[in-house]
T-cell receptor, first 115, second 113 residues
Framework: AQKVTQAQTEISVVEKEDVTLDCVYE???????LFWYKQPPSGELVFLIR??????QNEISGRYSWNFQKSTSSFNFTITASQVVDSAVYFC????????????FGTGTRLQVFP | DAEITQSPRHKITETGRQVTLACHQT?????MFWYRQDLGHGLRLIHY???????NKGEVSDGYSVSRSNTEDLPLTLESAASSQTSVYFC????????????FGPGTRLTVL
């Protein structure tokens, strides 16, 4: 069955520290998509990245980077030089081709960045 | 600009009442979804629709219903509200086809007393 695990419930760091949020997924499908969303204190869900299962290249966007490893079924998210504005709950999600467009979410990781 | 809106943003109701939460998108997306967010559970899928007159049950559909009469709207109805349905509800939409990015509305906080 499909499942997304975010084992880190809450992480606290001091500004400028690097932080990695872990995401481990389970799926029987060979074609699937992985997502990260950010939920700041204001409550909205903000899309960060979408990655398909055939593209294992790491991606970097400014201070954000993502490491996708099919061998370990992981799609980890790293924030470099964290800032207070990065404080939010981050969700990893999985969507399988056989369950078109249905997102399975992890339980989220709350990141607190202190000044 | 295209967007997805939800109303009301906050709602307090009593046990047993019927409640309808509105979701409206101007992306012209075929797919629309309703999720609920509860502490410790992340977001869970309630109902979804792949187009007009199409509706499907998600993981936690008991006590909820939806109808899709046009592309833009997917209202969520709680037939007889229960305290267990106190939650934050999110609507989302996406293009048809291969799993596409879902864009979320701002959420509705529902309290059932």
């Amino acid at each position: 069955a499909q499942k997304v695990t975010q084992a880190q419930t809450e992480i606290s760091v001091v500004e400028k520290e690097d932080v990695t949020l872990d995401c481990v997924y389970e799926t029987r499908d060979t074609t699937y998509y992985l997502f990260w969303y950010k939920q700041p204190p204001s409550g909205e869900l903000v899309f960060l990245i979408r990655r398909n299962s055939f593209d294992e290249q790491n991606e970097i966007s400014g201070r954000y980077s993502w490491n996708f490893q099919k061998s370990t079924s992981s799609f980890n998210f790293t924030i470099t030089a964290s800032q207070v504005v990065d404080s939010a709950v981050y969700f990893c999600a999985l969507s399988e081709i056989i369950n078109t467009d249905k997102l399975i979410f992890g339980t989220g990781t709350r990141l607190q960045v202190f000044p | 600009d295209a967007e997805i809106t939800q109303s009301p943003r906050h709602k307090i109701t009593e046990t047993g009442r019927q409640v309808t939460l509105a979701c409206h998108q101007t992306w012209n997306h075929n797919n629309m979804f309703w999720y609920r967010q509860d502490l410790g559970h992340g977001l869970r899928l309630i109902h979804y629709s792949y187009g007009v007159h199409d509706t499907n049950k998600g993981e936690v559909s008991d006590g909820y219903s939806v109808s899709r009469s046009n592309t833009e709207d997917l209202p969520l109805t709680l037939e007889s509200a229960a305290s267990s349905q106190t939650s934050v509800y999110f609507c989302a939409s996406s293009l048809a086809g291969a799993p596409d990015t879902q864009y979320f509305g701002p959420g509705t906080r529902l309290t059932v007393l």
